[in-house]
DNA sequence: GGATCGATCGGCT
DNA sequence: GCCGATCGATCCG
């Protein structure tokens, strides 16, 4: 299976976005691989997008986003999650595509254990990975992995499969996103594998 | 099924 | 000091 290279990356950031759907993201921890097929994704895109982090200012948090495309951005937010995502287009360009679901295809039993909390019952297989914080903590995803370049094959990548057809793509509005200006909220950038069971709700 | 709310802390004002 | 690219628990029906 071939390894996305950099070239990818540095594609309009809507084309990354509905390309990686259906492509396999893989996690690599000690010599095992956690992998999933990339169901939801959603487009943040330049200094001028609200919902874009980047849009506040070249900080030390959104330094990745403008550096080269096919590096990982990950960040901490609601004092508990960390969000995935992979950066795109040109250096000086601030963007990314955020990984917001995948389906489980291998490595199920290593991702229960990192999901699961103490005192609680395992979780849900439909629920081990459908949202973006859900599947950093299965694939074990932290801000260790930030700035990673994701294309040489090594802790975390991401692997041509089958692509989606057209009729098989949904595309809505952001997530999560009231924070931004209405055309920002309104922008259908989000993107997802109709009728996937691990999309997120 | 849906609505609501608390958790918990880094980043930025 | 405020708030967030979320989630899970709880309450209601």
Redesign the pocket.
Known sequence: MALLPQDFYAQPTLTVARELLGQRLIREIDGQRLVGRIVET?A?IGPDDT???AS??R????EVMFGPPGHAYVY??????Y?L?FTTEAVGFPA?V?IRAIEPLAGQALMQVY?QKAD?PP?KPA?LTN????LCQALYINKSLNNLAVTTGQELWVEADGGISDAAVAVGPR???A?ANPKDQAAPWRFWIRDNRFV?K
């Open positions: 959603e943040y919902a874009n982090h506040k200012g900080t030390a948090r959104t901490f937010i609601y004092g508990m999650y969000m995502n990314a955020l999901r609680s979780v629920n949202g973006p914080g859900r997530i999560g996103v924070y997120s």
